[in-house]
């Protein structure tokens, strides 16, 4: 079955730690990935995807099909980078399938 | 400015009213989804229309109904809500193919008492 497994409900950091948000995925062909963010009391909106392979606010995900995996990260965390982290799955032409979340808490 | 707007985005109902969560997008988007997102489960999709007349179920549909008239609307139809549908919902487009990214609305926080 398609899925994708984001174990932290919660991940709280201090400003200027490292960020590492976990995304694996379960999936037999070769799935397109992404990271969508969603800041407080906004929609959901794009942050990377792994086919662009670029870098966004300082974050960068690398897709390791060996691991099924596609995590999130940052050198060096800010506190505007609070916010709800959906990783997310777009398994055939319509099916689009997301984890359950990560709450990212940068404190200062 | 492309945009996916949804309406309204705050609504209290009571248990059997129906009504009708509209959405519409401007970018010419052939695939349209509906999602609600409650605490520890995410986004869960619960129709998907991949053009005009063309819907099926996602993965929560039991308790929905869409229609997909024409190419930008995509309403989510309550026909008798109940105290378990109450959450936030998410419309969201793209455009056809693989990879592309979704754009989604603002949300609605419905409540059913």
């Known amino acids: 079955a398609q899925r994708v497994t984001q174990p932290e409900k919660l991940l709280s950091v201090f400003k200027g730690a490292p960020v590492e948000l976990k995304c694996n995925y379960s999936?037999?062909?070769?799935?397109?990935l992404f990271w969508y963010v969603q800041y407080s009391r906004q929609r959901l909106q794009l942050l990377l995807r792994?086919?662009s392979r670029e870098s966004i606010k300082g974050f960068t995900a690398d897709l390791n099909k060996g691991e099924t995996s596609f995590h999130l990260k940052k050198p060096f965390a800010q506190e505007e980078d609070s916010a709800m982290y959906y990783c997310?799955?777009?398994?055939?032409?319509?099916?689009?399938?997301f984890g359950t979340g990560t709450r990212l808490k940068v404190l200062a | 400015e492309a945009q996916v707007t949804q309406n309204p985005r705050y609504l209290i109902t009571v248990t059997g009213k129906k009504l009708t969560v509209t959405c519409s997008q401007n970018?010419?988007?052939?695939?349209m989804s509906w999602y609600r997102q409650d605490p520890g489960l995410g986004l869960r999709q619960i129709y998907y229309?991949?053009?005009?007349?063309?819907?099926d179920k996602g993965d929560v549909p039991e308790g929905y109904k869409v229609s997909r008239k024409e190419k930008r609307n995509f309403p989510l139809i309550l026909e008798s809500p109940s105290p378990n549908q109450t959450s936030l919902y998410f419309c969201?487009?793209?455009?056809?193919?693989?990879?592309?990214?979704?754009?989604f609305g603002q949300g609605t926080r419905l409540t059913v008492v």
């Open positions: 969201a487009s793209r455009s056809r193919g693989l990879g592309t990214e979704a754009f």
């Open positions: 999936y037999s062909g070769s799935p397109e």
């Open positions: 792994h086919i």
């Open positions: 997310a799955l777009n398994s055939g032409t319509y099916k689009y399938i």
């Open positions: 970018m010419n988007h052939e695939y």
């Open positions: 229309s991949m053009n005009v007349e063309v819907t």
